[in-house]
């Protein structure tokens, strides 16, 4: 398995200089997050009061990080695919052209014997082996106070030379502040932000985009000053690194697969070799390309030192070492299932399945429903000719875990919507859209939708409809068309999300069809259209999946249970129990209030209802 370790250090009692406030908090922060969020294994943290390692005091003096500097580094450790971040909140000073970092017992008035040089600890780490190296900077402070020119002119310097990507709090004519009302550095608070939840900057590039944006908007509405923040992230491929898997879009893998194609036909195997297995990283492994590059290396440079010509895909897959937690996306699916119609196949689950790819923006909101952010991303689809001009688009959805249910401090939480636990989803397909009066006619001959119109939704269909659907059009494509799980409904509509809805903490009728009388939250009142809308009228997740939120519910294969006791943990759907006449609803309505339709509510009607608030979308699953 690849590894991912950092160093975190946090200082705010300095023995010769002004102590800082935050410092020490933003380093402890930084280290959840690797730990907790980006499945970082080994984190050594260094702070005024951090805990002994091996019993050796880890207080952040000189002696103290110059020894794990120089211990820990000196044989080279990882390789290709491999990350170690260094994490410095604290005091910097620029003395005769130099960068330093100042421990706790740094000296100003004697820097060069008692402070730490910048070039030195990145030539430290480079000496790792980890082909990704990440070095972040908050400590351009210099006691408080500006004296003459800050650090990072040189540091920049010495990163464009060895390739580590250095993420600065501010230009060296700057000071980075702290920030009372959030206990922390700006640069810090924003930097978690980014690589969070909330910013979902799952590259080096969208990083560097939202720290321009965000800490210069906390330092004018906090301080009313100034603060630049800025990366250095070069060759240009080093912006193109995923910092956070989890995160990363399917044009994110491009946009790196597109690297390491260039780098294999200007034959710098090496670099090729380091991409593609970036890609597998990123990809949990699920990802022919990539291994198909991997074996074509092999075949080229004809080395053992990179991989054997004769090992196995399997082999190759572990050798790779893909160590990232979170999304498992799976790029390439050359095949489906075959259908259960008991009609003749072959050529449908042999011949490879065309991906296009098509470009969407996703939106997120505050808690008052006010747009905060708005992002490009990529998904991948195939499209089903249905006949007479009708096609179906069928979203590529990247495997992997998610928290199925809604935390216990949720809004308008429902019981039935606990206990959350961790769900892993093999990757599916989804219909981009509800499925279509239009495309319900073109299978099944008849429309028996209340508000007409061949882009709306179908609706006034019971389960056992929606099922016959599935049925007759595996029978007219030769895949495996079917009703998708609870989870997999649930894991698609939160696309990575953790909030009530993919927007964010809450919805507005400009963002979804529901009743707007009854708002969620801080949100205000909006329109109550009182009928379905046209598909994809609205923005999407960042899957590329329209109107998971409100517009009809979807019936999904899973017989109701009032709650997760005993559910599934593999995607798979409930389908035991003795109520099998009653089935779930996702996603709420036009006819419902918003909290109906937040990610993890659930509702059940009767399998024979048609009621006309009531649609579904459909999954066929791959097969590698």
């Known amino acids: 398995m690849a590894k991912n370790w950092a160093i975190a250090i946090g200082i705010n009692q300095y023995d010769y200089l002004q102590p800082l406030n935050y410092a020490k908090r933003d380093a402890q922060l930084m280290q959840e997050f690797l730990g907790n969020e980006a499945g970082f ?7 005024d ?7 050796k005091s880890t207080r952040p003096t000189r002696t103290n990080l110059l020894r794990v500097l120089r211990q820990l580094f000196d044989n080279p450790f990882m390789g290709a695919g491999d990350n170690f971040w260094f994490f410095f909140s604290g005091h910097g000073i620029r003395y005769a052209d130099r960068d330093y970092l100042m421990p706790c017992d740094g000296d100003p008035e004697d820097i060069e014997n008692t402070a730490i040089a910048i070039n030195f600890v990145t030539e430290r780490l480079r000496r790792c082996g980890a082909d990704n190296v990440v070095l972040i900077l908050d400590a351009c402070r210099n006691e408080g106070k500006k004296i003459g020119e800050g650090i990072g002119r040189q540091t920049a310097q010495e990163a464009r030379q060895q390739g580590v990507i250095s993420i ?48 210069p908007e906390l330092v004018r509405q906090y301080k ?32 790196l697969k597109n690297d390491a194609y260039g780098a294999q036909r200007k034959k710098d195997f090496d670099l090729a ?39 196995s895909r399997r082999r190759v897959i572990q050798t790779a070492g893909f160590a990232v937690t979170g999304l498992g996306l799976t790029i390439a699916i050359p095949r489906f299932w075959p259908s259960n119609s008991g009609e003749s196949s072959t050529s449908h689950t042999t011949e490879a399945i065309s991906l296009k790819s098509f470009q969407f923006e996703v939106v997120m909101v505050d808690t008052k429903g006010n747009i905060t952010n708005r992002s490009n991303r990529e998904a991948k689809y195939f499209i089903e000719n249905l006949g007479n001009g009708i096609t179906l688009e069928m979203v590529q959805i990247p495997g992997g875990s998610f928290m199925m249910g809604s935390p216990e401090g949720e809004a308008e939480r429902d019981q039935d919507e606990s206990p959350q636990h961790q ?62 799980s609870e989870a997999e409904w649930e894991y698609a509509c939160r696309a990575g999300t953790k909030t009530p809805f993919y927007f964010g903490e809450t919805i507005t009728t400009d963002l979804v069809n529901y009743n707007g009388n009854y708002p969620y939250g801080s949100a205000p009142k909006g329109e109550y259209r009182r009928q379905t809308t046209d598909v994809g009228k609205f923005p999407p997740n960042s899957f590329g999946l329209y109107d998971m939120h409100g517009n009809v519910y979807e019936w999904c294969q899973d ?62 699953v791959a097969v590698a």
């Open 41 to 47: 294994e080994r984190i050594f943290f260094f702070s």
């Open 49 to 55: 009061d951090s805990p002994e390692l091996a019993g």
């Open 168 to 215: 600065f709090s501010c230009i060296p004519q700057e000071y980075s502040y702290e920030i009372d009302a959030l206990q922390q550095g700006a640069f810090t608070a924003a930097l978690l932000e980014g690589l969070g939840i909330q910013g979902k900057c799952a590259t080096v590039e969208r990083l560097d985009q939202y720290l321009k944006f965000r800490v």
């Open 224 to 255: 009313n000053t100034r603060q630049t923040p800025y990366v250095i992230a070069e060759p240009v491929n080093k912006s193109h690194l995923i910092l956070v898997p989890r995160y990363a879009t399917l044009a994110d893998i491009a946009t």
């Open 273 to 311: 070799k380091q991409l593609w297995i970036r890609v597998l990283a990123t990809a949990s492994g699920q990802d022919m390309e990539a291994i198909e590059a991997l074996e074509e290396i092999a075949r080229l440079r004809n080395s053992s030192a990179l991989i054997l010509p004769n090992w």
């Open 423 to 484: 769900v892993k989803v093999p990757g599916f397909f989804m219909g981009k859209y509800e499925i279509t009066q239009a495309q319900y006619r073109a299978i099944m001959s008849n429309n028996p939708s209340n508000f007409k119109g061949q882009k709306r939704p179908i609706e006034g269909v019971s389960w056992d409809d929606a099922v016959e659907f599935c049925k007759k059009l595996s029978q007219k494509t030769g895949k495996t068309y079917r009703l998708p």
């Open 559 to 620: 017989v109701y249970k009032n709650n997760y006791q005993g559910a599934p943990k593999d995607g798979s759907a409930w389908l035991t129990g003795k109520e099998n006449n009653f089935k779930l609803l996702r996603g709420g309505s036009w006819l419902l209030n918003a909290w109906r339709c937040r990610s993890a509510y659930r509702n059940s009607y009767a399998r024979a209802n048609r009621h006309y608030n009531v649609g579904f979308r459909v999954v066929a």
